[in-house]
């Protein structure tokens, strides 16, 4: 786990201002039709860049749509990164997903899927094999609020407190499933309180507090790791843009509301500690940003260069021995009539 010295807070800042020019640029790139779709997580930064260092190399990450950045965090490259938003030659899965929908093995990161809640399952089954083995892994899951009303969200979370799974769910309330607000998920007044059901260790915490986060998701990681089972954790946040770049959010909130929840912003509240401490100023911030800047574009310039995924990728990661037909299909599909 990362130190929160100066230095320690400081690191985090940059992973934070990484993820907002990242997005603010995707965004851009959506617009002009160089990548058909792109959800930025604005506003949202503080979980995934305190959870990417709070889990061990070795622990395993179940993404929704907003956590895949933690990729960076845990080291993958931005430009093997980036060319899965373009899905071509140099993406590890292919081009087989669709953007915003990163994973990497390299990085104990799974690929998800848009169905909402189904990683749930998935990452109470790996925590499962790993008590089974006598693993030191944790598994985190990770969803927001609209995916509590999902079936496979009470089957995890009453199968991972039943075994005592190693298992950390962080759940990101941003206040909307897209334009469903989040009064209208539930009766009960926290998300929290839909893991207390099962008898499973909850807690609301602020998840615009990058710090705060750090050293709750830690606690909960140990605690699992340790063989005490799992915990439900709610982070309190919001999503300051639109849901996707498919999403119009001025149909269903307010400015006032966006305004309101601006003045929370996660990477400004910690730019503001770390000025009071005399670690930041203008300078360095601008110097900050001007690195991370010439980082996305030396990677953009080469993830977007690279050419598609070949044709004969088509038949990978299928079968482990392909059966007779999908043989006929390739044979076809290569074939020089």
């Known amino acids: 786990m990362i130190e929160l010295t100066l230095s320690g807070q400081l690191e985090l800042y940059r992973a934070l201002r990484r993820i907002r020019i990242l997005d603010e640029r995707m965004q851009a790139l959506q617009r002009q039709g160089r990548i058909g779709f792109y959800g930025t997580c604005t506003g949202q930064e503080a979980v995934p860049v305190a959870l990417g260092f709070a889990l061990r190399p070795s622990d395993w990450v179940f993404p929704a749509l907003r956590e895949s950045s933690l990729m960076l965090v845990r080291g993958f490259p931005l430009e093997t990164y980036l060319a899965q938003v373009f899905g071509n030659e140099r993406d590890v899965l292919k081009g087989r997903q669709m953007p915003s929908h990163m994973s990497g093995r390299a990085v104990n990161v799974v690929s998800w899927s848009s169905c909402i809640g189904t990683q749930l399952t998935h990452a109470v089954g790996a925590a499962w094999a790993a008590k089974m083995r006598g693993d030191a892994m944790v598994s985190a899951a990770c969803l927001g609020d609209g995916a509590t009303s999902s079936a496979d969200f009470h089957a995890a979370l009453n199968f991972a407190q039943v075994f005592r799974v190693p298992c950390v769910f962080v759940c990101q309330n941003n206040q909307w499933a897209i334009s469903t607000p989040a009064s209208r998920q539930s009766n009960t007044r926290t998300f929290a309180e839909r893991a207390q059901a099962y008898a499973m260790p909850a807690e609301r915490v602020d998840?615009?507090?990058?710090?705060?986060?750090?050293?709750?998701?830690?606690?909960?990681?140990?605690?699992?790791?340790?063989?005490?089972?799992?915990?439900?954790?709610?982070?309190?946040?919001?999503?300051?843009?639109?849901?996707?770049?498919?999403?119009d959010p001025t149909l269903y909130r307010t400015e006032a509301e966006v305004a309101e929840w601006r003045m929370r912003d996660p990477i400004a509240r910690l730019a503001r500690e770390l000025e009071a401490s005399g670690a930041l100023d203008p300078v360095l911030a601008q110097a900050i940003d001007q690195a991370l800047q010439a980082e996305l574009e030396a990677a953009l310039t080469c993830a977007e260069a690279a050419p598609p995924p070949p044709r004969s990728s088509l038949f990978d990661d299928v079968y482990a021995a392909l059966p007779a037909h999908l043989l006929e299909q390739r044979r076809e599909l290569f074939s020089t009539r």
Do not use: K, W
């Not at 140990?222 to 982070?235: K, V, W």
């Open 207 to 247: 998840g615009n507090d990058v710090c705060g986060l750090l050293m709750t998701f830690s606690s909960a990681i140990e605690r699992a790791r340790q063989g005490q089972g799992p915990t439900f954790i709610e982070c309190v946040t919001y999503r300051l843009g639109p849901h996707s770049t498919s999403d």
